[in-house]
């Protein structure tokens, strides 16, 4: 299966992306609740405050049977924006004001009210409505040398107001993300681009150019991790360098042993041949005329006729095996003999030419 080539920025890119969403996410979810908590806990505080401030004239409002002013304050009190609607009961469990006025006087059946009348304690019930959660703070009307509750006051408010304010703050909080979001990348990627991927580019353009017969230890050193890289491929270019070098110099001296060598055996079997030696690179090295003028130059300088330059076509293509035949230079006849040796024969000479003159001469 092939593998998906994805470039290093646009790797950083997805990953720094799906972590900084991770992190709005979480840090929303996190905030978005404990908001919503903070202002649950603040409406019924108000709802608390409400009961409390109000008990008194409410219970003031019951025992002198005013239900003129026992109206007016639960009108006051419907009002309010969290309000849904307000149920009061007497002691004696019978409706005093109700939103519904056809249940004003009949007895209470609301269980909520039922308690809270029993017990004299307060209860908070929270339930669901076609708009939204709700809740119904149900409380009793004590006063003082009292056991019992005077009333009970059931106050039904909504949530909605809380919900469309974590709309608006949910709306402005992602907004605001992905402007810093766009913000953050666009800082993350210029900088990713300056300090990373253009070193890493830098770095590629030179691999590429490098030889090893050139190479030179150029690389920017620092002190960061690039700096340490460049620094590394320095020392490795200088090793190379140095190895190389040693190599050549070997390889010299050892074709100069074995050129001596060669020339010396072949002088000595043959002391009117002229002997011509070659390197690796078709440079040559020996040549025993002492007119010639070839020394350093290429093998092909030596060929100046077609009939040489097959001779030596063909011994590259027998390498190990010698070729022969007659070749003419200078309007001299040479009995030629060409041996290409092996590489694992020879470091240094790879091309050997022996020209010895033929006793008769062609007619002109």
């Known amino acids: ?33 404990r908001t919503e908590r903070v202002l649950r806990e603040r409406l ?20 002198t049977k005013d239900d003129v002013s026992l109206v007016q304050i639960t009108e006051q009190l419907e009002k309010q924006p969290e309000v849904l609607s307000v149920i009061l009961a007497d002691y004696q469990g019978e409706i005093r004001y109700s939103a519904d006025q056809t249940k004003i006087g009949e007895p209470v059946e609301d269980p909520l009210i039922k308690k809270v009348m029993q017990s004299g304690q307060a209860e908070i019930d929270m ?4 708009n939204g959660p ?11 040398g009292r056991a019992k509750p005077l009333g009970v006051v059931r106050t039904d408010m909504t949530f909605k107001r809380i919900q469309e304010k974590m709309s608006q703050m949910r709306d402005g909080f992602f907004m605001y993300a992905i402007g810093v979001y766009i913000l953050c990348m666009t800082l993350t990627l210029t900088a990713l681009r300056h300090w990373v991927s253009m070193p890493i580019l830098m770095l590629k353009g030179y691999l590429q150019r490098l030889t090893p017969g050139t190479a030179e230890a150029n690389l920017p050193e620092g002190n960061d991790e690039f700096g340490q890289l460049n620094t590394a ?47 690796k690179d078709n440079q040559i090295v020996t040549d025993t005329d002492p007119d010639s003028t070839t020394l350093g130059a290429h093998l092909l300088d030596l060929m100046h006729d077609t009939v040489f330059g097959a001779l030596v076509g063909k011994a590259f293509e027998l390498e190990g095996q010698p070729a022969k035949g007659a070749v003419t230079l200078n309007d001299v006849v040479y009995q030629t003999t060409v041996l290409r040796l092996p590489e694992s024969f020879s470091k240094g000479i790879r091309t050997l030419i022996l020209l010895q003159k033929n006793k008769e001469t062609p007619n002109t």
């Open 134 to 144: 709700a809740m119904a703070f149900t409380a009793p009307l004590m006063i003082a």
């Open 44 to 63: 019924i505080e108000k709802a608390t405050f409400i009961n409390t401030f109000l008990a008194f004239p409410f219970s003031l409002a019951i025992s």
């Open 233 to 279: 491929l320095n020392e490795l270019i200088l090793k190379f360098k140095t190895e190389i070098q040693n190599i050549s110099m070997q390889q010299q001296s050892q074709g100069i042993q074995e050129g001596d060598l060669i020339r010396q055996l072949l002088t000595t079997l043959e002391p009117e041949a002229r002997l011509v030696l070659a390197d």
């Open 127 to 130: 339930y669901n409505t076609a």
């Open 1 to 33: 299966m092939k593998r998906l080539q994805i470039r290093f920025s646009q790797r950083f890119g997805f990953i720094g992306g799906l972590a900084f969403t991770i992190v709005i996410l979480v840090a929303h979810v996190y905030y978005a609740n």
